[in-house]
């Protein structure tokens, strides 16, 4: 079986999709008071850091950064390996009373949004959590949706849609994969 990739978003694109993301988030939440980032590993993570510093460029201040594991709050453990890799959650500040943004890179059935949701309710109760994700390529399982998107782009169930991060983490391109 053969793959087929195609190029969706090229790095000028991320940027632009994430200059606009940090907008809304900016506009949505009437600045950056109380307002943290939370990315989901792996790929979201990498563009929380990214969306931090274009609201870093734009406010003139720091936003706080962590990170969340997902794996021990999948709903589908049971059906894995008995022995998945567990990954790190860095959570540095307080999320109590927080404007939260959940981060990722591709929401699909929303499986994993929910999953994610479950972890940050674990580090204390966020004012809100709001998501924003780089692609929302559909299928939902859950009633779940993204307050801040970089692009949709509708897929069938044997596509696969990937971000590449360079070797400093930075995103390069999206490409869809049809087998």
């Known amino acids: 079986m053969s793959t087929e990739a195609t190029v969706i978003l090229d790095?000028?694109?991320?940027?632009?999709?994430?200059?606009?993301?940090?907008?809304?988030?900016?506009?949505?939440?009437?600045g950056v008071t109380d307002l943290v980032?939370?990315?989901?590993?792996t790929g979201g993570i990498h563009l929380a850091r990214e969306?931090?510093?274009?609201?870093?460029?734009?406010?003139?201040?720091k936003i706080p950064v962590g990170s969340v594991d997902i794996t021990l709050y999948r709903d589908d453990i049971k059906?894995?390996?008995?022995?998945?890799p567990v990954g790190k959650t860095e959570i540095p500040f307080s999320t109590e009373g927080k404007r939260v943004v959940l981060v990722d890179d591709v929401l699909f059935t929303g499986r994993t949004?929910?999953?994610a949701m479950d972890a940050m309710m674990d580090h204390g109760r966020p004012q809100y959590i709001q998501l924003a994700v780089l692609i929302?390529?559909?299928?939902?399982?859950?009633?779940?949706?993204?307050?801040?998107v970089g692009r949709n782009v509708p897929t069938s169930r044997k596509e696969n849609i990937q971000v590449r991060f360079d070797s400093g983490d930075h995103p390069v391109e999206v490409f869809l994969e049809k087998n």
Do not use: C, M
Not at 17 to 26: D, G, P, S, Y
């Open 11 to 30: 790095g000028v694109g991320i940027k632009r999709a994430l200059t606009r993301i940090a907008h809304e988030i900016l506009e949505r939440n009437k």
């Open 37 to 41: 980032l939370v990315g989901i590993r």
């Open 51 to 61: 969306l931090a510093s274009r609201l870093e460029e734009i406010e003139g201040v």
């Open 79 to 84: 059906t894995q390996a008995a022995h998945l």
């Open 113 to 115: 949004i929910r999953a």
């Open 136 to 148: 929302d390529r559909g299928h939902r399982e859950l009633p779940i949706r993204a307050d801040f």
